[in-house]
Structure formats: structure tokens, C-alpha cells
């Protein structure tokens, strides 16, 4: 399976101090931070035996571990400029927004990718609240945990918490990426979310349909691609109600021209795959989506076998246990993971959501006795 990578090049010029003032080192140790292992309680479901580090992310790119860092942001990013002036129909205009409005001219950005399979399961808990949970397979990259927090101009946005692969993110020719400010780099991920959640408690997932159809609506509407409509949701959408009249408001480019469909839970319950068939956007309620077509008609079953055996076992587990708590959902997660199929990918993280709590905790490449607990920040 080839690379996926958004290549940033980025040429140091002077005014590079204007974009990167009050960011220190790109990267920070996770060891040289404030941690604790911490017990869970009957709300989070954790496991006594289970090893959780509690994370408070920071303006500076911190690594938890190989292949797994966090960040913190709560400054101007320029995502309702961007929304303003019309959004974009493609990744590449997407970096001549970014480049323009934000890199002062100094970068570019181009999208390249392959596909990637992912696992999603929504379910109530014990207390009557309601969890969600989430695999990301692919081979192995390095995933950034970006914690969003709104100010300024754009506080009327939710905060959030999302997830980023990294590995799409390149430095342009004879360059290092490690070598460029974290704001920078924070900045690229912000307009490339995979997944997140947002203080609400409105999950939201990109899912891929290995399928030769893409997604490109053409009307007078303004344009999104994937990744900025995952944004989009996390930044104004309270429940899938909202994210659903959102997303009917924009004109979606799928990114880097893969077929996806986006999974979307909130805190009241509702869950549902949005898929787009003839670029008409479809909307069908299920608890458990994978990497097929869930919609009714020709193209519904449509994705990979392996991706359907998941759905079942998922389907089979809510089937057992109708309700369930946040160690629950891993074990879920665990039973679906890519470890569970003898393929050289690997399932590079699963994160349980608890959309009452706004509590987000992340296992990382499939070691599911360690736990990697955040909050999601709310606005101040």
C-alpha cells in the first residue's frame, strides 16, 4: 500500500517570525511532562489494571509515544475566512488558501493518498448516556491529537478534540518537516481531521469505500472537501441534526478523490452514515458503520469482504450487550482490529468517546492495556 502524504513545503523566508511567535521547540517529550496513572471510575468504565496516563495537551507538539503525538491550539487559524470566501473545491485549493492567508506565500500543500479501512460502533451506556468508538487501519504513521479551543473572532465555534495522520503531512523537496514551527504544522492539521468529537458530545469519522465512483458535487453552492467538512461539523454542529443541514449547505469534493462516508453520533443518540450516490447526499441510521455502502440501492453492500465481516461482528456485539461501558467499546474495538485478520496493516489508533463527559481515551496501535486519556476543552 503506498503512502499517503500531504506535502507541505515551505520556504524560510523573514517573515516567518510573524507566523511562529510564542512557539517554542517542535517537539517535546512526553516524559518531560506532568502525567499520572489514574484509576477509573464507574462513569469512565475503565479498568482498575488498566494503564492510563491522564494528557493535557500543549501548544507545543508533544510525543506520547512512537508513532503518537498531541497538540493544543486556541489561536487564529482563518477556518471561517475560509469558509467565507467560498471554501474550496479541491485539496490543492485548499493550500492556496493556507498559503495565502496564513503562510504569508511561504507554503504549499498537496494531498496524495490510498485507501484506509476504519470501524465505528455507537452505543448507550449503563447511565443512559452514550459512547462511540472508533478504528483507524492503516500501515503504520504518525498520529497527532490536535486539542482545539476557539478565541477571538472565532469563539462562537465549539471546541474540540480530533485526530490527524500525520504522514500526510511532508516537507517539499531537500526539506524536513521536522524543522518548521509547530504552529505550522498545527495550522495543517486543523484542516485535515480524520475523526474527533466536539464539546456537545457530536461525534464525527471519515470512513473509506474502496470504490472507483468519487464524490463531486457542482452546484452554486460553496465548496468543502473531506477533511474541511469534518472541520466544519466539529466547529458548528451540536447533533447529527445540524451536521446534516450543514453538510446539504456546502458542495463536498471527496479529498484526494476517494470514495468516504462519513459517520456521525451525538450525545441524545442518534447515529448515522451519510454517503453520497451520484454525488445526492443519503442518509441512513445505523449504530455500526465500516467500509461498505450502507444505503439502499444498486451500490448498497459495495466495499471490501473483510469490511462486511467487521460490520457483522460489531453488529453482533450490540446484539449481546446493549448497553455498554468505555472498556466495553475497546473490547469492541479490540475485536475488530486488523490483528484479528493477519494483514501487514495495523489498526494505528481506536478512541472511545464519551459524549456525556467529553472524556476521549486512545489506544494506540492496537496495545489496548494502554490508555491515553483527554478532554475535550469547552470554550471559554
Known amino acids: 500500500m503506498k503512502n499517503r502524504k500531504i506535502s507541505l513545503a515551505v520556504a524560510i523566508l523573514s517573515g516567518i517570525s510573524l507566523l511562529v511567535a510564542g512557539c517554542g521547540k517542535t517537539e517535546q517529550s512526553y516524559t518531560d511532562r506532568e502525567s499520572e496513572i489514574v484509576e477509573a471510575d464507574e462513569e469512565s468504565g475503565t479498568s482498575k489494571s488498566e494503564d492510563m496516563d491522564t494528557i493535557i495537551p500543549t501548544s507545543e507538539i508533544a510525543s506520547l509515544e512512537d508513532g503518537l503525538a498531541d497538540v493544543q491550539y486556541s489561536g487564529y487559524y482563518g477556518f471561517s475566512e475560509f469558509l467565507n470566501q467560498g471554501g474550496a473545491s479541491s485539496d490543492s485549493e485548499v493550500m492556496e488558501f493556507l498559503t495565502e492567508h496564513l503562510f504569508s506565500g511561504m507554503s504549499g500543500l498537496m494531498y496524495s493518498g490510498d485507501v484506509f479501512g476504519c470501524s465505528t460502533i455507537s452505543v448507550k451506556s449503563s447511565e443512559g448516556k452514550y459512547l462511540f468508538g472508533r478504528n483507524f487501519d492503516w500501515n503504520q504513521c504518525d498520529a497527532l491529537v490536535v486539542s482545539y479551543e476557539p478565541e477571538g473572532h472565532d469563539s462562537g465555534e465549539y471546541a474540540s478534540l480530533s485526530t490527524v495522520n500525520m504522514d500526510f503531512i511532508a516537507a517539499g523537496a531537500g526539506m524536513d518537516v521536522e524543522q518548521f514551527p509547530d504552529r505550522m504544522k498545527t495550522i495543517a492539521a486543523l484542516y485535515a481531521p480524520l475523526d474527533g468529537m466536539n464539546e456537545k458530545g457530536l461525534c464525527v469519522s471519515v470512513n473509506m469505500i474502496q470504490d472507483s465512483a468519487t464524490i463531486e458535487q457542482n452546484t452554486d453552492k460553496p465548496d468543502i472537501t473531506t477533511t474541511t467538512a469534518v472541520r466544519l461539523l466539529l ?58 455502502y450502507l444505503a439502499p440501492g444498486e451500490k448498497n453492500g459495495i466495499g471490501t469482504e473483510q469490511s462486511h465481516t467487521r460490520y457483522e461482528i460489531l453488529t453482533e456485539r450490540l446484539k449481546e450487550k446493549e448497553t455498554m461501558d468505555m472498556q466495553d467499546v475497546r473490547d469492541a474495538l479490540d475485536s475488530v482490529s486488523k490483528d484479528n485478520f493477519g494483514e501487514f496493516e495495523s489498526t494505528e489508533w481506536s478512541i472511545v468517546y464519551n459524549q456525556d463527559s467529553g472524556v476521549v481515551q486512545y489506544y494506540h496501535r492496537e496495545n489496548y492495556e494502554k490508555a491515553y486519556s483527554f478532554q475535550v476543552p469547552a470554550k471559554g
Open 235 to 292: 466547529n458548528q454542529a451540536a447533533d447529527v441534526e445540524e451536521a446534516l443541514s450543514l453538510l446539504k449547505q456546502y458542495d463536498l469534493h471527496a479529498s484526494m478523490g476517494m470514495m468516504i462516508h462519513f459517520a456521525l453520533a451525538d450525545a441524545g443518540g442518534r447515529s448515522v452514515v451519510v454517503e453520497y450516490i451520484g454525488n445526492e447526499m443519503v442518509v441512513t441510521d445505523t449504530p455500526v458503520v465500516t467500509n461498505f
